[in-house]
């Protein structure tokens, strides 16, 4: 991922569609806590795991949280191309398969640990911290 134009071409792809879901939600996406938890175990829950999560969460609206959710996760990714980090795992620091990058713009995570994280996360607590696997 040295290729400046696809870069741009990134991140123009996360900004239009974080503006789209800014707009269909209506509000403040930074100031809303519960949304960025809910970001934070998004990846490493199923369907039916972000169905019950959203049943306790008490956020707004199950499209609200889903889209604020998802303006988090693109803005993750548009920090760490501001910061030089796209591209490489948040959890690992090495970098992710080009073809996992095309396929989802805002992947964070090397197949390796997030196969690592889904593992860990069906066998504990979502809330504490999961080790980044030994290679
Ligand atoms: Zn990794």
């Known amino acids: 991922m040295r290729n400046e134009e696809m870069l741009e071409a990134v991140r123009k792809r996360l900004s239009a569609r974080i503006e789209q879901l800014r707009e269909e939600v209506g509000s403040d996406v930074d100031s809303d806590q519960s949304a960025r938890e809910y970001v934070g175990r998004h990846d490493v829950l199923d369907a039916g795991e972000i169905a019950a999560e959203r049943e306790q969460s008490g956020l707004r609206g199950e499209l609200d949280a889903l889209h604020v959710g998802e303006a988090l996760y693109l803005e993750a990714a ?26 989802n713009p805002a992947v964070e995570r090397c197949q390796a640990c997030q196969e690592y994280r889904e593992k860990a996360a069906r066998h504990a607590a979502f809330d504490r911290p999961v080790a980044v696997p030994a290679r």
């Open 78 to 103: 548009l920090h760490r191309l501001a910061v030089g980090s796209y591209g490489v795992c948040v959890d690992c620091h090495r970098e992710i398969d080009p073809a996992r990058l095309m396929a």
